[in-house]
């Protein structure tokens, strides 16, 4: 496979599980604890009614990859790509159409998260948000804890109703449409969230103690999810990348402020997967900010490229010819 390859969602979908992903994001953040990853801080620009351009990226400089992953949010929809290249070089390895991509990262990023901060006998979830990724966050939940039931939320009721459904269907998991937050989150050792509230909706009365909560949805600051009377019962806060977090969560940034000390308190997630140390018995709430990250992406786009090539999976495209332009 000389030639770079353009990548499928269908195959994308074949050539890794959510077990598979959550294990490839674990070896990424390890890797960026071991400084052998670089982070590019994401950057977005926002225009109309809630439409967004994103780019993320990272570098592994030890396997000659680097990778960014661009898309555009728009009410009409979106279309995700992962674009690969040797970083030596600077050629082009792949292109990989990334929403399943997305789903895998950002769904198994909150499975590592609750792995090592959740209850390891959370046997019950709270899914708030029934939109593209909560399936995927459901899945990654049942990868890591020996999952048998999930209370779902959405303001929506056929919503609910619907996502509950598909839980069962999919996943074969007893799954509960729920009529109010309260019943939902009600004593549920794990909660996630992932919707596009624009203004917080979760209070600190709707966790139980010792939750865990993954918090995915609001990664851009015109939007929240979570009130100011959620952070100071969390014991533990943690992020994928806490650079981010200050340059993009509104409910991190009121909390915080400008305060470096309380900056220093949100923990990386590649740190706590490095050395083991997650929750701790005396922890009452630990929050998990899942913001997005380049590692994360370059860690699936890497390991989906090599199986695509001992595969022999993917679409060849010619290598872009190189032309001067008419002055």
């Given at each position: ?97 990334a929403f399943a991509l997305g789903q895998l990262r950002t769904g198994g990023v909150s499975g590592v998260a609750a792995k090592f901060l959740s209850s390891p006998d959370a046997s019950e979830m709270a899914m708030i948000g029934t939109g593209k990724q909560a399936l995927a966050q459901v899945a990654a ?187």
């Open positions: 496979m000389n030639n770079p390859r353009w990548i499928s969602e269908a195959e994308v979908c074949s050539l890794l599980s959510m077990e598979e992903a959550i294990a490839a994001l674990e070896a990424g953040l390890r890797k960026k604890a071991a400084g052998k990853a670089r982070n590019m801080v994401k950057t977005h620009v926002a225009w109309g009614e809630g439409h967004t351009l994103h780019a993320i990226g990272a570098v592994f400089e030890d396997e000659h990859l680097v990778g960014t992953k661009t898309w555009a949010h728009t009410e009409g929809g979106a279309t995700p790509l992962f674009i690969l290249y040797d970083s030596s070089t600077g050629k082009l390895l792949c292109v990989i159409e939940i049942k990868a890591v804890r020996k999952l048998k039931r999930v209370k779902v939320f959405s303001p929506t009721p056929e919503n609910r109703k619907k996502f509950a459904e598909k839980v069962k269907e999919k996943l074969g998991l007893e799954a509960i449409a729920c009529e109010s937050l309260e019943e939902a989150t009600k004593d549920s050792p794990i909660v996630t969230v992932a919707t596009r509230a624009r203004e917080p909706f979760l209070s600190s009365r709707h966790f139980a103690k010792g939750a865990h909560v993954n918090a995915v949805g609001a990664i851009t600051p015109e939007r929240s999810e979570l009130s100011q009377d959620v952070f100071p019962r969390a014991t533990l806060l943690s992020a994928d990348s806490p650079p981010q977090v200050r340059k993009l969560s509104r409910e991190f940034q009121d909390f915080l402020g400008q305060d470096e000390t309380a900056w220093n308190s949100v923990r990386p997630l590649s740190e706590i997967v490095s050395n083991g140390k997650g929750r701790k018995p005396s922890d009452d709430l630990s929050l998990f900010k899942a913001m997005g990250m380049g590692i994360s992406d370059l860690s699936l786009a890497a390991e989906i490229h090599r199986r695509a090539l001992s595969k022999n999976l993917g679409h060849p495209f010619p290598h872009p010819v190189k032309a001067e332009p008419r002055f």
